[in-house]
């Protein structure tokens, strides 16, 4: 546990330092972007701000004359004096010295008037900044200003490490507490009532505790930092900036909280509206499925894909609405993730286009219903559910095949179910017999097999067709009604029995597809040896 905080506090050390920086190295760019600012730092420290230049010197050039000429006059300093001079004739700005020896000098176009800023305010504050650095220059070299703030250095670091170790020793007696005198006595309650376990409260116990003792985690490493950076000269700046980061963060961040108020308000009341149209359209359409209500545009297949669309719709168009409220819609970073996600479900979503459209072109074409028996290229079986993307097949193998929908409508599909409330499903048995045997007694022996075979419809009667006359024999096609399609191939596994029973009683081979010459012996199976081993009379 101390490693980890260790490790978290050195994290966050670095981070707040590092924005410390880019706040303050950042700080005057953001008053005026549209012009060149070059800034003077000495010792970590801006003290002014240049975006002008003076005759051929740039505002860049002016920056390094000026770091050069500190130089040479800090070394030579013995007072520390720092004054400022109107430059003759008035008006041409006002000059920096340190005693007595100019180092800078601020120029009226050095004023950014679109911040607030005068000559006289930049003045002053380059005036104490210099007086800082003169300052903080002469505690550097004095070696028992150096030997305290190591001193007072090591000591907060010690009670730093200390309160490290505290709030570790706290979390453990926390978890232990909680655990015996919180969660155990929740968890023999709510575990009865609403089967909530306790490692479920112990991890919620486990990340309130460790959300407590992080943030105070982090003002002890807040206040650490802040002091040890504020006991040396050289970065007694960092210290400032640190304190002016963090405090102008949660100064901008409470006011962002603030102005996003109303703009959530509005989010809140959208969200809410589009709820409940949901929830109202869901009522209606389901009262159309389940057949209590009758709309004429609308009807009870349709229902179910006709409400999820229209409540994508509703949340779309609440999206869409939603939007410009949101805190930070309108900046930059926001509308370029916003394109970018765009760009990716438009490149990634093209086949999910194709599968909807299709699954919207099935289930308004009514082409299939959820219930019905079909055949699909080689699969056959009853129809499970038509979604938007595939369709589920359940086989009468007890196997589920899922076919995709832009796949389905290039298929052939038929429809097993769809015509037989008028007169069951119309099947055929397909047999060939030489020109030996009468085509009458073919005829009856054919119609004979399907009245013994159950399942097979009386009306519409079953009939026989010659639909070819061959060279070896006649084609023969046996067409009967079916009561139920899902039961259609164990109907006809019934009936080619039959058929092979009755051709064998009467005596008539059936020697299909087609033969060179007649057998010596006839090729049919007596009725005594119907049930060799290990067949069983039924």
């Not at 706040?23 to 002008?52: C, G, H, K, W, Y």
């Not at 800090?74 to 004054?83: A, C, D, I, N, Q």
């Not at 020896?101 to 004023?111: K, N, Y």
């Not at 013994?452 to 061959?470: I, W, Y």
């Amino acid at each position: 546990m101390i490693k980890k905080l260790w490790a978290i506090c050195c994290l966050v050390l670095l981070c707040s330092w590092s924005s410390a920086w880019a706040a303050s190295a950042s700080m005057p760019q953001a008053v005026d972007s549209a012009a060149r600012a070059d800034e003077l730092i000495v010792a970590n420290r801006t003290l002014a701000t240049f975006r002008v230049g003076i005759l051929a010197y740039s505002s860049q050039d002016r920056v390094e004359a000026a770091q050069l000429r500190l130089e040479r006059v800090l070394k030579e300093s013995k007072v520390g004096l720092v004054t400022a001079e109107p430059i003759a004739p008035p008006g041409q700005g006002v000059a920096l010295q340190l005693d007595g020896q100019m180092v800078f000098t601020i120029q009226p176009g050095d004023v950014n008037e679109l911040a607030g800023e005068t000559l006289d305010s930049v003045v002053q504050q380059a005036s104490e900044q210099l007086s800082q650095v003169v300052k903080e220059r002469r505690e550097r070299r004095d070696p028992q200003q150096l030997f305290k703030a190591l001193a007072l250095t090591v000591l907060a670091s010690l009670v730093f490490a200390g309160g490290v170790w505290f709030l570790a020793r706290v979390r453990v007696v926390l978890l232990r507490f909680g655990r015996r005198f919180i969660t155990r006595p929740i968890a023999h309650v709510a575990q009865k009532t609403t089967g909530v376990q306790r490692a479920l409260l112990n991890r919620i116990l486990r990340w309130v505790i460790n959300l407590l003792l992080g943030v105070l985690a982090l003002m002890l490493i807040y206040s650490w930092a802040s002091f040890v950076f504020a006991q040396f000269p050289i970065t007694l700046a960092w210290s400032e900036n640190l304190n002016g980061a963090i405090f102008g963060f949660l100064a901008t961040a409470g006011l962002g909280v603030l102005n996003a108020i109303p703009g959530l308000m509005v989010v809140i009341f959208i969200i809410v509206c589009a709820r409940y149209t949901s929830r109202l359209i869901h009522f209606a359409f389901s009262r159309i499925e389940s057949g209590e209500l009758n709309l004429g545009m609308f009807d009870r297949d349709t229902a179910s894909t006709t409400r999820r669309i229209m409540a994508f719709l509703v949340w779309l168009l609440a999206i869409a609405m939603i939007y410009p409220y949101l805190p930070g819609a309108n900046t930059e970073a926001f509308k370029g993730l916003s394109v970018m996600v765009g760009l990716m479900v438009s490149l990634g979503a093209s086949s999910v286009v194709g599968q909807f459209a299709s699954g919207l072109i099935l289930i308004y074409a009514k082409s299939l219903k959820q219930g019905e028996y079909v055949e699909i290229g080689n699969v056959e079986g009853t129809v499970a559910h038509i979604g938007l993307f595939a369709t589920k097949i359940h086989t009468n193998l007890r196997e589920e095949v899922s076919i995709p929908n832009s796949v389905l409508v290039g298929q052939n599909v038929v429809n097993f179910s769809r015509l037989a409330a008028g007169g069951g499903v119309i099947s055929q048995v397909v047999i060939t017999i030489g020109y030996d045997v009468a085509w009458r007694q073919v005829e009856a022996m054919l119609l004979e097999a399907a009245a013994g075979t159950a399942g097979v419809r009386t009306e519409p009667a079953p009939r026989v067709f010659q639909t070819a006359l061959s060279d070896f024999y006649v084609e023969y096609h046996l067409r009967i009604a079916l009561d139920e399609p899902r039961r259609r191939l164990e109907i006809l596994n019934d009936l080619h029995g039959k058929v092979q029973d009755v051709f064998n009683t009467y005596g008539v081979q059936i020697m299909s597809p087609n033969y060179e010459a007649d057998p010596a012996n006839e090729k049919i199976v007596p009725v005594a040896k119907w049930y060799p081993a290990p067949a069983k009379k039924e």
